[in-house]
């Protein structure tokens, strides 16, 4: 984005070692503000809760995770209709740690479905 003038110029230059430190700076004191960043909640019962707004959006995009499990799924149709097919990348610990992905991603989904309702509906 800084390349194409669309941030901070400075976040597009690397340092010595390779890497983008000031966009690193950058990230850290945004993710500083997101997590101090209070948030209140007042359930039907009344009673008040207060979080922060870095756990609401990581509940929110957490629960869009599963949404990529299809491609996963997918990939196992894949690999039993067409063995033979050309794969130029290879799923490291295939079937297991695309399974267990798939697994944890859908729990995941049904935990913050069960516990944190209102940011994951959002999600």
Same mark, same amino acid.
């Given at each position: 984005?800084? =390349? $194409? ?7 597009? @230059?690397?340092?010595?070692?390779g +890497? *983008?430190?000031s966009?690193?700076?950058?990230q850290g004191?945004?993710?500083? +503000?997101?997590?101090?960043l !209070?948030? !209140?909640? +007042?359930?039907?019962l009344g009673?008040?809760?207060?979080g922060?707004?870095y756990?609401?959006l990581? #509940?929110?995009?957490?629960f869009g995770?599963?949404v990529?499990?299809? $491609? #996963?799924? !997918?990939?196992?149709?894949? =690999? =039993?209709? !067409?063995? $033979?097919? $050309? =794969?130029?990348?290879?799923? *490291? ?12 991603? @859908? /729990?995941?989904?049904f935990v913050?479905?069960?516990?944190? @309702?209102?940011?994951? +509906? /959002?999600?």
């Open positions: 984005m800084a =390349r $194409d003038g669309l941030f901070f110029k400075s976040t597009g @230059t690397l340092n010595e070692k +890497v *983008p430190g966009a690193l700076i950058y004191i945004w993710i500083t +503000v997101l997590i101090l !209070r948030t !209140r909640r +007042v359930s039907g009673e008040i809760s207060y922060n707004l756990s609401d990581l #509940d929110t995009s957490s995770t599963p990529l499990c299809p $491609d #996963d799924c !997918r990939n196992f149709a894949l =690999r =039993r209709k !067409r063995p $033979d097919a $050309d =794969r130029p990348y290879k799923a *490291p610990g295939y079937p297991f740690i695309p399974l267990l992905y798939i697994v944890a991603a @859908t /729990a995941t989904m913050l479905l069960l516990y944190q @309702t209102q940011t994951a +509906v /959002a999600g």
